[in-house]
């Protein structure tokens, strides 16, 4: 008796400590890392001083053409928007078909979210250099090639919380004689409406950090002027237009974030 009791207050046994075995297998592949693109401790510390010294000729930023600097910041702002905008029509078209519960059939809804994932799979940097080549320079191929590829990722976020909502909501519709698009209105947007803003302004926020990069292969908008100025090695021009930039995209984080506060 006294040993059965014992045993019933036997405690389990400690859970193992797996901490040893991480750090050596992260040391363990840090290390292979090294030997695989041939690195030496020597090219890493020498490569620290000359970063060091690259980034001390951006410390006097030249605001000269401050004002001109701002248009081009304002022309970056409009490629981001109507991108946004762009990708907002596209997949708010295409979400409903691309929901399970919504499509009218299993083959539409497949071809949907394949096109997503195609939209989505083609970078929009590759999409800007395209389009410049067959559009020419300027913010067109820009708006083109954010629209496109940030479709993919809004009409995979619209169709996906469309098919969270309760599907009684849709039934009840129908029932009416309802169809596809009056469901979508009447039931689906106002069910996710705090959905859809905070993914468009996510996009948008996003849109904004890559027109500025899209300008480097001649999209339009302030990246252009800063491959240029780069290219001259005009470091205090440069960073004059990097801190436009960042400053843009601080204000419009900020915005984006009162207004999602603001509907949640």
């Known amino acids: 008796m006294f040993n059965s009791s014992l045993k019933l207050l036997d405690l389990p046994p400690a859970p193992r400590n797996w901490t040893p075995l991480w750090i050596s297998l992260t040391i363990f592949l840090i290390g292979v890392m090294i030997w695989h693109l041939g690195l030496s401790f020597g090219s890493v510390i020498l490569g620290i001083g000359n970063i060091f010294e690259y980034l001390s000729r951006y410390l006097n930023p030249d605001?000269?053409?401050?004002p001109r600097y701002l248009m081009l910041m304002v022309q970056t702002l409009a490629i981001a928007l109507w991108g946004t905008v762009l990708a907002f029509i596209i997949s708010f078209l295409l979400a409903p078909l691309g929901a399970n519960n919504l499509s009218p059939h299993p083959l539409i809804y497949q071809l949907i979210r394949e096109l997503f994932n195609f939209m989505r799979a083609m970078p929009d940097l590759m999409l800007a250099l395209i389009l410049v080549i067959v559009?020419?320079?300027?913010p067109t191929p820009g708006i083109l090639a954010l629209a496109i590829h940030t479709s993919g990722f809004l009409g995979k976020f619209f169709a996906e919380s469309m098919e969270r909502v309760n599907i009684g909501i849709y039934e009840g519709l129908r029932?009416?004689?309802a169809n596809i698009s009056q469901v979508v209105i009447f039931a689906a947007v106002p069910s996710i409406l705090p959905e859809i803003v905070g993914y468009t302004l996510y996009i948008f926020d996003r849109n904004v950090r890559m027109a500025s990069v899209l300008g480097l292969v001649g999209a339009g908008g302030i990246g252009l002027e800063l491959h240029d100025n780069l290219r001259l090695f005009r470091y205090n021009q440069s960073a004059a237009l990097i801190l436009v930039i960042?400053?843009?995209?601080?204000v419009v984080d900020y915005l984006s974030g009162w207004i999602r506060q603001r509907i949640s």
């Open 63 to 66: 605001f000269t053409d401050g």
């Open 135 to 138: 559009l020419g320079l300027g």
């Open 175 to 177: 029932s009416t004689g």
């Open 246 to 250: 960042l400053s843009s995209i601080v």
